[in-house]
């Protein structure tokens, strides 16, 4: 994540290094080399992150395709609000820069005119006599996941509190923009849905990556929210961020959304090793997901090499 008061405070390149955790498949994948992969041991990275505050680990940012705005909303009683808004601004020779820019813009926005909302039932004042204070806080963070020449993907994180709430609440969403034609990646269509094992691959992927250093039963209380779990569809609707990338597919839940508030909301990677047998190889996407399958120089135990 970018931070710091303007472009030249963000780190050319950001990179975090994580512990490393080992554990075996949770579920058995219906697949022809089942056996042979419950018979390996699997490494994974597990949860990445559980709030927007951290670094997204893999990740780099090059600060010659972005820089970072700090956005200070204007309006009546603006002074009594605390913002610290910061964005990153695509620069404009990148293709679909100024779709991606526009979308940021709306997001923040909207996010700004829900916070001072406030105002329509309250006025500072009068909320320090009735209420006996008055606390209006927005924060919104980035994080670049990937900005080539394939997409622009990138997550928007906010963090909001009024005054008397328990706690801040916070959300992330994405933006993917398929550079060819600047339109919206449709994360559904990169995968082949007809295929049997379709739903059951993802929930694995994603269930082994969350429950990464946790036992079968430890795992089961852990995702007391998520009854049932998820499918890929329902998570792009609502109400998690998925973002992609040259490493696979970033999926951040949103709080509550598959655990409690205590344990913040999770950050997974699910890499194309363990979900391309369920990945579209004649759709729309399919040169992008080729062009990823050879780039072995990233590859690493925890993310194999794979075959498109």
Known sequence: MACGDSSEAVSDVVQVEED???????????????????AETIRYRGILRR????????????????????VEPQHEYSEDFYYDIRI????????????????INSIVERLVEEKKSILDLTTPEEAEEEWGGFAEYLTIKYDII??????ISILISNETYSFGAAHFISYTESINIFTEDCSDLN????????????????????????????????CTSFLKFAEPFP???????????????????FIQFWEYEISSF????????????????????????????ESYSKRTYINSVFEPEWSF
């Open 20 to 38: 490393t955790t080992t554990t075996t498949t949770l579920k058995e994948v219906a697949l022809e080399d089942s056996k042979e992969k419950e």
């Open 262 to 289: 205590s344990e913040g909301s999770e950050l997974i990677l699910l890499p194309w090793y363990y979900i391309s047998d369920v990945i579209e190889k004649n759709g729309k996407y399919s040169d992008i997901l």
């Open 88 to 103: 990153p601004v695509i620069n404009e020779e990148i293709a679909c820069a100024d779709v991606v820019n526009t979308k």
């Open 187 to 218: 994360v559904v269509q990169l995968f082949d849905t007809s295929n049997a094992d379709y739903m059951e691959i993802l929930e694995s992927a994603m269930q082994n990556q969350l429950c990464a250093v946790l036992t079968s039963d430890e």
């Open 146 to 151: 990937e900005v080539s020449e394939e997409l």
């Open 51 to 70: 709030n927007m505050y951290q670094n997204v680990p893999l990740v780099y940012s090059n600060l010659d395709t972005f820089e970072q705005k700090k």
């Open 231 to 249: 499918t890929i569809e329902e998570l792009t609707e609502c109400c998690s961020a998925v973002a992609v990338s040259q490493f696979g597919i």
